[in-house]
């Protein structure tokens, strides 16, 4: 990648606000290799048919030298790799096994069974407004919930739930290609190590008294450190992905009053609406750990076998050739069939419990907070071009009812 890429111009924090009219440049070359033999993919068709094909692998390991393993190293290392970062059959076999207790068909009710306790969280979080002016949606209210949401689902006791939001943190940063820029790699490897010890002695103690949640369920099943990398994996792809997409729906909406009057009119468009904002700003913008595993033909443009690929989420759910005015946010459109939570065996796990997460949160938000303004916009943004969301979101409040 040169410095003067579009995809390095992606990355490059000033544009972070506002990637969007980048990627419609990138769009014009649907398959582009980039100077250090990168493949970025950035139109749906295409996006979609790679994220299907079994020619293309998210084992890390085959990544030619050179070619960072992003996420990976930092958040799990000295474990064997979670299965996000595995291929079929490992794949398939440990994302079943992990199923088992979190969803259908074998534990239908569990996820279902986590509401009550979510929307106490959102009722205490609203409740702590009273009498504010102004908040930050990030801090008081996005933030504070996926964490709990996890915590609940391993089934970590209450009292060491703050540990896991600072953890939580630190090992989001790794999963940014650049995130070596802010030290990113150090601050997660500290993490990474007192989580793991922390998780050591939380599996023994599952393994000799069962409790709620998953570890639990699975301890008598699967080896320690798989145990451990798979918490550690949904502890990092089920915050930030869910604190930006709760946020991204409240920025969005403050930014169009005139569906934020008929969402306060007519709750249930709280459905297109939620699935519109994963199309039109997506907490997962681009994958970016994938190689090639044979030569692959795409576009007109043939990817050689150990090419890394770059699928372009954000840009995808963007094309024009998919969706009718893309950059228009319209949670009227019929057929969407966004990609914010990716397609194929690696489709979003949580993404069932993300749903349950917003729906319990944005709908709640908009009923009780009166809002006035937004108070920056845009707001800043974290580092992070992966994982991207604001890392604050100032608003202006009129007040809250009960
Ligand atoms: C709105 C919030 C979320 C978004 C937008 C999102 C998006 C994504 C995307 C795009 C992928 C594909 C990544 C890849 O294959 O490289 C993915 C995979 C995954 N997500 Fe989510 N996610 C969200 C919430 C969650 C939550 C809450 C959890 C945890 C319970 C979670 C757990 C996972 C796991 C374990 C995978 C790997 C699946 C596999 O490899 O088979 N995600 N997610």
């Not at 009722?123 to 919930?145: H, R, S």
């Amino acid at each position: 990648m040169t410095s003067g890429s579009i995809v390095a111009q992606i990355t490059d924090y000033a544009n972070r606000a506002d990637p969007y009219p980048l990627y419609a440049e990138l769009r014009k070359t649907p398959v582009r290799r980039e100077d250090d033999g990168t493949y970025v993919v950035s139109t749906y068709y295409e996006v979609r048919s790679l994220a299907n094909d079994p020619r293309l692998s998210n084992d890390t390991s085959n990544r030619p030298a050179g070619h960072g393993r992003p996420g990976q190293p930092a958040a799990e290392s000295g474990l064997p790799p979670s299965f996000i970062f595995t291929d079929p059959p490992v794949h398939d076999r440990l994302r079943d096994t992990i199923n088992r207790p979190f969803g259908p068909p074998h534990s239908p009710r569990f996820l279902d069974g986590l509401r009550g306790e979510l929307a106490k969280v959102v009722t205490e979080l609203l409740d702590a407004f009273e009498g504010k002016d102004q908040v930050d949606i990030v801090e008081d209210f996005a933030y504070p919930l996926p964490v709990t949401a996890i915590c609940k689902v391993l089934g970590v006791p209450r009292e060491d739930e703050p540990l896991f939001h600072s953890w939580a943190d630190a090992l989001a940063s790794s999963v940014d290609p650049h995130s070596g820029d802010d030290g990113g790699p150090e601050k997660a490897q500290q993490a990474r190590q007192e989580l793991g010890a922390y998780l050591t002695d939380l599996i023994e103690t599952k393994r000799r008294h069962p409790g709620p949640g998953i570890l639990s369920a699975l301890a008598p099943d699967m080896k320690p450190a798989d145990l451990e990398a798979t918490a550690v994996l949904l502890l990092v792809a089920g915050h930030e992905t869910t604190v930006n997409a709760i946020t991204n729906t409240t920025l969005t909406l403050l930014r169009h009053p005139d569906i934020l009057e008929r969402f306060q009119k007519d709750p249930e468009l709280a459905v297109p609406i939620i699935e519109e904002v994963l199309r039109y700003e997506p907490p997962v913008q681009f994958v970016p750990w994938i190689t090639a595993l044979a030569d692959i033909d795409v576009a007109g443009t043939t990817i050689p076998k150990g090419s890394p690929v770059w699928l372009m989420l954000a840009a995808a759910n963007r094309d024009p050739r998919r969706f009718t005015d893309p950059d228009r946010f319209d949670p009227d459109r019929k057929d969407n069939e966004h990609l914010g939570f990716y397609t194929g065996i690696h489709y979003c796990f949580g993404a069932p419990l993300a749903r349950i997460e917003l729906h319990l949160a944005v709908p709640e938000l908009f009923r009780r907070v009166k809002f006035s303004r937004l108070l920056e916009d845009p707001p800043p943004y974290r580092a992070n071009a992966v994982l991207r969301g604001p890392r604050h979101l100032p608003v202006a409040i009129e007040g809250v009812t009960p």
